[in-house]
C-alpha cells in the first residue's frame, strides 16, 4: 500500500523560508513522478511544483517560480521542497502526490500559514 507521510509546515513570517518533507513507502520509487500541490481555504487545489522520475526534471507555477525548489532523494525516498521568501497568499494547505500513469496517491497534507 502506498503512503506519502508529509512534514514540515508550520507558522512563518512574510520573506521566510520552510522546507517541506514528503516521505513515502509502500510504491517502487524510481517509477513515480512527485509533486507538490495546495489548497488554500475556499480555493480549488492547485499543482505548485513537480519532480519526474530520475534524472528528476522539474516544473512549477508560475506563482512559485524562483521562490520554490522541489527535489528527490532517491536513497531515502523522500521528495522536499524548499520555499523561500514566503509570502501570505502561499498559505494553504501543502500536499505531496506520487503518480505513476493513472495510479496515484496523496499523502495527508500539511498547513503552512504565512503571516506577520
Known amino acids: 500500500q502506498v503512503q506519502l507521510v508529509e512534514s514540515g509546515g508550520g507558522l512563518v513570517q512574510p520573506g521566510g523560508s520552510l522546507r517541506l518533507s514528503c516521505a513515502a513507502s509502500g510504491l517502487t520509487w524510481n517509477i513515480y513522478v512527485l509533486s507538490w500541490s495546495r489548497q488554500a481555504p475556499g480555493k480549488e487545489r492547485e499543482l505548485v511544483a513537480s519532480?519526474?522520475?530520475?534524472?528528476?526534471?522539474?516544473d512549477y507555477a508560475d506563482s512559485v517560480k524562483g521562490r520554490f525548489s522541489i527535489s528527490r532523494d532517491n536513497a531515502k525516498n523522500t521528495v522536499y521542497m524548499q520555499m523561500n521568501s514566503l509570502k501570505p497568499e502561499d498559505t494553504a494547505v501543502y500536499y505531496c502526490?506520487?503518480?505513476?500513469?493513472?495510479?496515484?496517491?496523496w499523502g495527508q497534507g500539511t498547513q503552512v500559514i504565512v503571516s506577520a
Open positions: 519532480v519526474g522520475i530520475p534524472p528528476g526534471a522539474t
Open positions: 502526490k506520487g503518480s505513476r500513469g493513472s495510479e496515484s496517491a
